[in-house]
Structure formats: structure tokens, C-alpha cells
């Protein structure tokens, strides 16, 4: 039972900002992801992090801000990557 790729993007910019998305939709949820979902969501600059949304295996939904780190609610396939493309634009002032 492996995961299905579902979104993937890696972008370049010419201020060096780097994006990288990829979303897997996976077999069946699970108590851990019952939204059914496996992510990765980076942005920075220069080999740091600006904003990364994740949710790596004992940690859930959640949004590193730096190294800061904060839970995030999972609503819907659609609202993570806006939720992620909002993030960059607020903190960047770049609209990727």
C-alpha cells in the first residue's frame, strides 16, 4: 500500500528564494493523519528556513516559522496550499 504523489512543485526565484510542495494522498487515513494525507511544504532563502508545514510521523499537523515551531489545522487538501502560498507572501512580500 504506497502513498500517491498528488502535488508536487519545486520553484526557483531570482532573490534566491527556493519553494519547495509535495503532497502525498495516502492508501487509507490513520489515527495520526485521518485527513489522509503525507506533506512537506518548504520555503526559504539562502539555506534558511522561512515557513515549512509538515507533518512528519509523531509530530501531526504542524508550521515551523523559522525554528519556531506551532500546531496547524488541517481542513482540506485546498486550504493547506493556500494556507502555505498566504504564509510565503506575508513573509516574504514576494507572491510566488
Known amino acids: 500500500m504506497d502513498a500517491t504523489l498528488v502535488y508536487a512543485k519545486k520553484d526557483k526565484y531570482p532573490s534566491g528564494l527556493i519553494i519547495e510542495a509535495v503532497i502525498w494522498q495516502l492508501p487509507k487515513p490513520s489515527l495520526e493523519r485521518p485527513h ?21 510521523s509523531g509530530k501531526g499537523d504542524h508550521i515551523h516559522y523559522g525554528s519556531r515551531e506551532q500546531p496547524y489545522h ?3 487538501f485546498g486550504q493547506l496550499v493556500q ?14
Not at 494556507?83 to 510566488?96: M, N, Q, S, V, W
Open 74 to 76: 488541517f481542513s482540506s
Open 36 to 56: 489522509g494525507f503525507k506533506y512537506r511544504l518548504y520555503c526559504g532563502r539562502n539555506g534558511d528556513c522561512i515557513v515549512r508545514y509538515d507533518n512528519e
Open 83 to 96: 494556507d502555505f502560498y498566504a504564509d510565503i507572501e506575508r513573509l516574504t512580500g514576494e507572491k510566488p
